[in-house]
């Protein structure tokens, strides 16, 4: 696999190794990717995670805090002086002020570190006595690791599957109507080429808003620094012969491998391939609530996002000199407090059904992967209500679109995720029993006591399998 020949291509320097070393048996690092699609929480995940693992009240589901083996934490300047560092003061401030709202997302790679003293169980860890665990947060958007796929195809297989994708979504009406109106094989002008890639650009975002998320390629959404430059002037265009020297299509062309050589490449090189533990936060109620073509869409960019990790357990050699294999991964479905929690169950389950090949193969390479359900920031309460009879688990918070208080119930989940998969993956343009709405709540106020994170669900469980293990 090309992803896979280019990790197992990159040099490992003699600095490397030693730092690789001392990490091993003085100071190990867990160098944990944080990353999930538009509106998933990667910033909240982040900022709840930190901040609990600092005030560990509401952390019983770690092991390690719940025995009292984590001494302290604090943070420390990230190891990598390159990388912007993740602002968490700001989005702490932000999520638990006396305004509370919720932080900007993310837009590019950011870093944290949070080191732990740890006091080691066992005789060994009593005669040792306590020691220092890095862990290293890597942030970046999800949509990055989309365009890890891209270096396996050409740009005429690439531009064959989005358009083939796009062809029956309105959003796609403006960007079809430009590429008809261009003549592909004229001379290459910078204005077509700028002119395609606008339109090709507005059909991302509005797909991005319709609750897709196939939307490649990655940068295009958030290009950063890079904007206007030419590695992020391109469109898929329709099949056609082969593109003649100084054409709009061979431009074209040239443009794709230039991404894939100058961007996606040194992205998985400098950050991704380094990464042991990934967590993929997936914004499900999003995508149920968009429906059944969403629904679907989702669950094929999650199995094209696990396919670009290497999984699978590292020897300790490998692991001593530097190479690296993600050997957990988790896939948390976020914002489950906008639903009761009799219903967890259900929204687990059919995060499972909808990863289970990706993770069948994951699970076979080594690699220890989990579905669960959470939310890093609480911002609902729960209550029943008896209506017609019948007794509904609903939650209460303050919606984001007009501040008021309400108390809501968006729908049951089915116990058989089947009645969500079977229709999406046919194609139906609408759930078969009704549908599910999901409201935007805004954090809740409320002054944290004193040795307390943020309030969350489940994210000591998430911290457990992530982690738990390397801090025993």
């Known amino acids: 696999m090309v992803i896979g020949r280019i990790a197992d291509g990159i040099a490992q320097g003699v600095d490397t190794a030693g730092a690789a070393l001392s990490e091993t048996f003085f100071e190990p690092t867990i160098r944990l990717?944080?990353?999930g699609l538009a509106r998933a929480g990667k910033t909240v995940f982040i900022t709840s995670l930190v901040a609990n693992l600092m005030d560990r009240g509401r952390m019983p589901g770690l092991l390690a805090a719940a025995e009292g083996n984590i001494l302290s934490a604090w943070l420390q300047p990230q190891p990598d002086d390159?990388?912007?560092?993740?602002?968490?003061?700001?989005?702490?401030?932000a999520l638990t002020g006396p305004d509370p709202h919720w932080p900007e997302p993310t837009s590019a790679i950011s870093e944290l570190r949070l080191s732990l003293k740890v006091q080691p169980q066992g005789m060994l860890g009593a005669l040792s006595g306590p020691r220092t665990i890095h862990l290293d947060i890597v942030d970046y958007p999800g949509e990055w690791l989309l365009d890890l796929a891209l270096m396996e195809q050409s740009f005429d297989e690439w531009s064959e599957e989005v358009l083939r994708l796009a062809g029956p979504r309105p959003e796609a009406d403006a960007f079809?109507?430009?590429?008809?109106?261009?003549?592909?094989?004229?001379?290459?002008?910078?204005?077509?080429?700028?002119?395609?890639?606008?339109?090709?650009?507005?059909?991302?975002?509005?797909?991005?808003?319709?609750?897709?998320?196939?939307?490649?390629?990655?940068?295009?959404?958030m290009p950063g620094d890079m904007t206007g430059s030419p590695a992020l002037t391109f469109a898929p265009l329709p099949s056609g012969p082969p593109a003649a020297r100084g054409t709009l299509r061979r431009e074209m062309?040239?443009?794709?491998?230039?991404?894939?050589?100058?961007?996606?490449?040194?992205?998985?090189?400098?950050?991704f391939a380094r990464i042991d533990r990934q967590v993929v936060l997936v914004d499900l109620l999003g995508a149920i609530h968009a429906g059944p073509q969403a629904m679907e869409d989702l669950g094929r960019s999650m199995n094209n996002i696990l396919g670009a990790f290497r999984p699978g357990r590292t020897a300790w050699?490998?692991?001593?000199?530097?190479?690296?294999?993600?050997?957990?991964?988790?896939?948390?479905?976020?914002?489950?407090?906008?639903?009761?929690?009799?219903?967890?169950?259900?929204?687990?389950?059919?995060?499972?059904?909808?990863?289970?090949?990706?993770?069948?193969?994951?699970?076979?390479?080594?690699?220890?992967t989990r579905a669960m359900a959470i939310a890093a920031l609480r911002a609902t309460v729960e209550e029943e209500r008896e209506i017609n009879?019948?007794?509904?688990?609903?939650?209460?918070?303050?919606?984001?679109?007009?501040?008021?208080?309400?108390?809501?119930?968006?729908?049951?989940?089915?116990?058989?995720?089947?009645?969500?998969?079977?229709?999406?993956?046919?194609?139906?343009?609408?759930?078969?029993?009704?549908?599910?709405?999901?409201?935007?709540?805004?954090?809740?106020?409320?002054?944290?006591?004193r040795g307390e994170g943020p309030p969350h669900i489940r994210l000591d469980r998430a911290a457990e399998f992530l982690i738990g293990d390397r801090l025993r």
Do not use: N
């Open 33 to 35: 990717g944080v990353t």
């Open 253 to 271: 062309q040239r443009r794709f491998e230039a991404y894939k050589s100058k961007v996606v490449k040194p992205f998985f090189r400098d950050h």
């Open 389 to 449: 009879g019948e007794t509904l688990g609903m939650v209460r918070g303050r919606l984001l679109d007009t501040g008021r208080e309400a108390a809501l119930y968006p729908g049951t989940l089915p116990e058989d995720p089947s009645r969500l998969l079977v229709p999406a993956q046919t194609g139906a343009e609408r759930w078969l029993d009704g549908d599910y709405s999901v409201m935007r709540f805004t954090p809740a106020s409320g002054t944290l006591k």
């Open 176 to 221: 079809r109507a430009a590429v008809d109106a261009t003549d592909l094989t004229a001379p290459f002008e910078e204005t077509d080429a700028q002119g395609l890639a606008r339109s090709y650009t507005d059909y991302l975002r509005q797909a991005r808003q319709a609750g897709y998320s196939d939307c490649t390629p990655g940068r295009f959404l």
């Open 82 to 93: 390159t990388v912007p560092r993740f602002a968490f003061e700001e989005h702490l401030a």
């Open 317 to 368: 050699l490998a692991r001593m000199l530097g190479m690296k294999r993600v050997d957990r991964i988790l896939f948390a479905a976020t914002k489950a407090d906008h639903i009761h929690h009799s219903q967890h169950a259900s929204m687990t389950a059919i995060m499972e059904a909808m990863l289970r090949q990706a993770r069948d193969r994951a699970d076979f390479a080594g690699a220890k």
